[in-house]
């Protein structure tokens, strides 16, 4: 089975900093690779993916995330924060080509940006 | 746009009590899912449904859970009996077809508070 490991719980950033954010998985197949966003009192929602390709996917507001298939990571990144980043982030995976579309995510990353 | 809705927002409930979640899938979507969170922990997957049957189902999903799909539009989560470790956040989703690529949009939750 497939585990989601997120290494940091909490990261405090000043506005403008930049945000990298831990993500690795366990599995021993190929993986297609989620990031998710929750904003204070919002659902979930999608903020990249990747499936195959090139291994740097650009996602919405700004962010992108690098798959390292060596690492088994897939580091969110995003070059300077705003205080409206303010959410909690989770990765997720689920196994490639295996015919489940079930979700594993990690325990998820608060994010509290200062401004 | 387009959301998945789910009531009630916040269930409180005694042990050994039934209760039913219900969602509003996004209304061109075809395959369903329910995820938990307990507190302070990961978002773990339930259960898949697509075509009106259970497609995936984790080990977590036993006798004492089932899904329906009652008529065109909701998607309901049963708890038969409730127990002290049912208390978690539920969480709804959709996607458009049959996909891993395709995104799961995500319900706001609701909280099931066992007593």
């Known amino acids: 089975a497939q585990s989601v490991s997120q290494h940091n719980h909490h990261v405090i950033l000043s506005e403008a900093a930049s945000l990298e954010l831990g993500c690795n998985y366990s599995?021993?197949?190929?993986?297609?690779l989620f990031w998710y966003v929750q904003y204070p009192g919002q659902h979930l929602q999608l903020l990249l993916k990747?499936?195959?390709?090139?291994?740097l996917v650009k996602g919405i507001k700004g962010f992108e995330a690098e798959f390292i298939k060596s690492k088994f990571s897939f580091n969110l990144r995003k070059p300077s924060v705003q205080w409206s980043d303010t959410a909690e982030y989770f990765c997720?995976?689920?196994?490639?080509?295996?015919?489940?579309?079930?979700?594993?995510f990690g325990k998820g990353t608060k994010l509290s940006v200062i401004p | 746009e387009p959301e998945v809705t789910q009531t009630p927002s916040h269930q409180v409930t005694q042990m050994g009590q039934e209760v039913i979640l219900r969602c509003v899938p996004i209304?061109?979507?075809?395959?369903f899912y329910w995820y938990r969170q307990i507190l302070g922990q990961k978002v773990e997957f339930l259960v898949s449904?697509?075509?009106?049957?259970?497609?995936?189902k984790s080990e977590i999903f036993d006798d004492q859970f089932s899904v329906e799909r009652p008529d065109g539009s909701n998607f309901t989560l049963k708890i038969r009996s409730t127990k002290l470790e049912d208390s978690a956040m539920y969480f709804c989703?959709?996607?458009?077809?049959?996909?891993?690529?395709?995104?799961?949009?995500f319900g706001p939750g609701t909280r099931l508070t066992v007593l």
């Open positions: 989703a959709s996607s458009e077809s049959a996909g891993a690529w395709d995104e799961q949009f």
């Open positions: 599995y021993g197949g190929t993986v297609n």
């Open positions: 990747y499936f195959s390709g090139d291994p």
């Open positions: 449904f697509y075509n009106n049957e259970i497609s995936e």
């Open positions: 997720a995976v689920n196994p490639s080509g295996a015919g489940s579309y079930q979700l594993t």
């Open positions: 209304s061109n979507h075809l395959y």
